[in-house]
């Protein structure tokens, strides 16, 4: 692949001794989003997990712009690959403002021009310089999402992990941030690794997808195929049947 910019390849990764990611494998080129779907309880958010991170105890090999992943965590790395959950609500501290959210990964990094960078972060995802001064609460979902994706971007990252970025969200406030993600991904030159389970968010930003079964990648396939039906494996099948 030209100007790839993650690979993973032979992911492992177990909890107690039951191996629930069991040799993943996926290429991802640089400005693309690549979509991960699959069941409930398939493996998809804990290959995110690892990937941003947040679970160090995994195998195999996880490189970003050909730079293997640091099995201890380094902050400098991991700055560069930020991760969008399904809940705002669950991840943005309800007492804290979202200028001390926003704040947070700047002075754990010791990066500076605080102010500038916060609204900067405001306008990119669309949010009025007031915002800085609520708190989650004060809010609607799809407020709190900009202010989870503003999070994510404001250390300038080069990779964004998105889990279910617009579940939580009503489908008119979806088209939203989906279309924000897609400008977003273009202003920054950003790569996304998105994991959904609805066949019309995957379409609207992701050319290729992996389909998850069981901890094992079982399919690579273009999101023109899979809208088609030209997949072979019968879950890819009922993936899209149920969509
Ligand atoms: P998905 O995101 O596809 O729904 P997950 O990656 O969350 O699936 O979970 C995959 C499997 O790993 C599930 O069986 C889940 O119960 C298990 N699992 C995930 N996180 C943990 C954990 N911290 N401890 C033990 N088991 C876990
Ligand atoms: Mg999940």
Redesign the pocket.
Known sequence: MSDRMIEVADLRIS?SSAE?VKGVAFEVARGETFGIV?E???????VLRAMSGLNESWDGRILFNGEAVPKRRSREFFRKVQMVFQDPFGSLHPRQTIDRILSEILLVNRIGEIDRRINKALSDVALPQTARFRYPHQLSGGQRQRVAIARALIAEPKVLLLDEPTSALDVSVQAEVLNLLADLREEHGLTYVM?SHNLAVISHLCARVGV?QNGLMVEQTSVEDLRAGNVSHPHTQELRRLS
């Open positions: 909890f629930v699959g409930s309880g398939s493996g998809k958010s804990t994991v998850m």
